[in-house]
C-alpha cells in the first residue's frame, strides 16, 4: 500500500508519505528496537488494517488571500505560511469536507481570517472533532473575539450541509499565541461537547481535553495495557495522567479501586462524568500534577497502589515520579508512551529502582507519521 498526497512536502505532517504502509512499520520497529530492545524482546508492532483517514481530530488554519480567495490548511512545516489542504489522507473523510465547507461560508459570510502579524480579523482556525464509534461531531471555531457576525445562520448554513454536526462551539482567543485554543467557549449549537465510545465505555470530550487521534487503534491500545496489568478484582490501582479518565475507567472492572490524576482541569471535569455516566463508582480523580501528587502518596503513606498506569505526554514523566514509584513499590507499572525517546530514559530509572522490562507492546496509532505508542510491562 503506498499513497500520494499533493500538499505532503510543504505540510510536512506525514513523515512517511509515499513509502508502502509495511515498510512504514518495519522502520517503526527499527527505530522501536534501538531505543527500548535492550531492555526486553519486542513484540511485533500491531498495524492497522486500512491505515487511511484515521484521526478523529484535525486543526485547520484559515487565510484570505489578496485576490479574495480563501485558503484552509496547515502551517508550511517551521513558518506560519498556510498550506491548502482539501483532503488530508489521514484526517477523517467529513471533518475534511466540513473544513472545506467552512472555507467557502467564510467568503459568503464575508468573515474575515486572523491576521497575526496585525491582529486584525476574526477566525483564527476551526477545529474539528469526530467520535468516530457515535457518529457526534464537534465543531469549534477558534476566534480572535465573541462578535461573530451572523452567527445563527453561519451554523444554519453549516449544519444544512453537514447535518452530523451535533454541536458548534466559539472558542475565543485574543492572545499572541501559537496555542490553538483560547480560554472561553460560547456553545453556538448543541450541548459543546461529544461523546465517543471505547471498550465498551461512553467518554464526554469537551473542547480543550484530551482524546486519542486514533480510536481504532486506542482500543487495542488500552486492551494491551489492562491485559498487561493482570488485575483480578481487588487492587488498588492508580491511573496517573488519565486524561479523561479513559484507562482507569476501563481497569475499574477489574480493579478493587482506582485513583487517578491528571493536571488538566477540563479533563478532569469529563473524567468525572465519564465516571458517573457509565456507572462506575470504584474510580477517583485528582486535579494535580501527577509527579507532586504521587510524592505526596509516597510520603503520606495514605495509600499504597498494587499496580500503577502512567500515560504521560511526549515528553515522558520525571525522575521523581519514578523515585516516588520505588517508594510505593507496586508489583506492577504499566507504562503507555507515545514518545519512545523519553520512554528509553524513564525504563533506564525504572531498572536501576529494581523494576525489570517484562513485555513491550509498540502499537501502530500514527500511520504516515514516525510516532509510535508503545506499552510496556514493568514488574519488580
Ligand atoms: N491516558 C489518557 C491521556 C494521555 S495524554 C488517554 O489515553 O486519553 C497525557 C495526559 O497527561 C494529558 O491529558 C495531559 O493533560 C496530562 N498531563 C500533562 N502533564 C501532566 C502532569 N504534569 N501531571 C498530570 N497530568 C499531566
Redesign the pocket.
Known amino acids: 500500500m503506498q499513497f500520494e498526497c499533493a500538499c505532503s512536502k510543504k505540510c510536512g505532517g506525514c513523515d512517511y508519505i509515499g513509502i508502502d504502509y509495511k515498510d512504514q512499520l518495519q522502520k517503526k520497529t527499527k527505530y522501536i528496537q534501538s531505543l527500548v530492545g535492550g531492555f526486553c524482546k519486542i513484540s511485533p508492532i500491531i498495524g492497522m488494517e486500512d491505515p487511511l483517514y484515521y484521526r478523529c481530530k484535525v486543526t485547520a488554519t484559515y487565510t484570505y488571500l489578496k485576490n479574495g480567495s480563501y485558503i484552509s490548511g496547515v502551517y508550511e512545516k517551521g513558518t506560519h505560511r498556510v498550506v491548502k489542504v482539501d483532503d488530508c489522507l489521514i484526517t477523517d473523510s467529513e471533518a475534511n469536507r466540513i473544513a472545506v465547507t467552512i472555507r467557502d461560508l467564510l467568503k459568503s459570510f464575508k468573515i474575515k481570517t486572523f491576521n497575526e502579524d496585525t491582529g486584525y480579523g476574526l477566525l483564527r482556525h476551526v477545529q474539528i472533532r469526530v467520535g468516530k464509534n457515535t457518529g457526534q461531531i464537534m465543531v469549534i471555531l477558534v476566534c480572535s473575539n465573541p462578535t461573530f457576525p451572523g452567527k445563527n445562520n453561519f451554523v444554519k448554513a453549516l449544519r444544512d450541509i453537514h447535518p452530523d454536526i451535533s454541536t458548534v462551539i466559539l472558542n475565543i482567543n485574543d492572545k499572541k499565541t501559537s496555542m490553538v485554543l483560547g480560554d472561553r467557549n460560547i456553545v453556538m449549537y448543541g450541548r459543546g461537547y461529544i461523546e465517543d465510545e471505547l471498550c465498551g465505555l461512553r467518554f464526554k470530550i469537551s473542547p480543550g481535553s484530551?482524546?486519542?487521534v486514533n480510536p481504532v487503534q486506542?482500543e487495542i491500545l488500552y486492551k494491551t495495557a489492562i491485559e498487561y496489568a493482570g488485575l483480578t478484582g481487588t487492587e488498588t490501582v492508580m491511573d496517573?495522567?488519565?486524561?479523561?479518565g479513559?484507562?482507569g475507567l476501563i481497569a475499574s472492572k477489574k480493579a478493587g479501586e482506582v485513583i487517578s490524576?491528571?493536571?488538566?482541569k477540563d479533563?478532569v471535569k469529563d473524567a468525572i462524568s465519564n465516571a458517573k455516566n457509565n456507572g462506575i463508582k470504584n474510580v477517583r480523580f485528582h486535579q494535580?500534577?501527577?509527579?507532586n501528587y504521587i510524592r505526596h502518596l509516597a510520603d503520606s503513606g495514605e495509600y499504597r497502589p498494587d499496580c500503577i498506569f502512567m500515560?504521560?505526554?511526549r515528553n515522558g514523566s520525571t525522575p521523581e515520579f519514578i523515585d516516588a514509584v520505588k517508594k510505593l513499590s507496586p508489583s506492577r507499572v504499566v507504562y503507555?508512551s507515545c514518545g519512545p525517546e523519553s520512554l528509553a530514559r524513564d525504563l533506564k530509572l525504572f531498572t536501576k529502582s529494581g523494576y525489570r522490562v517484562k513485555k513491550i507492546q509498540p502499537v501502530d496509532c500514527f500511520p504516515f507519521t514516525r510516532h509510535i505508542e508503545t506499552v510496556v510491562l514493568l514488574e519488580k
Open positions: 484530551f482524546y486519542q486506542t496517573a495522567y488519565c486524561g479523561t479513559t484507562i490524576v491528571e493536571l488538566n479533563a494535580a500534577d501527577a509527579t500515560d504521560p505526554p503507555v
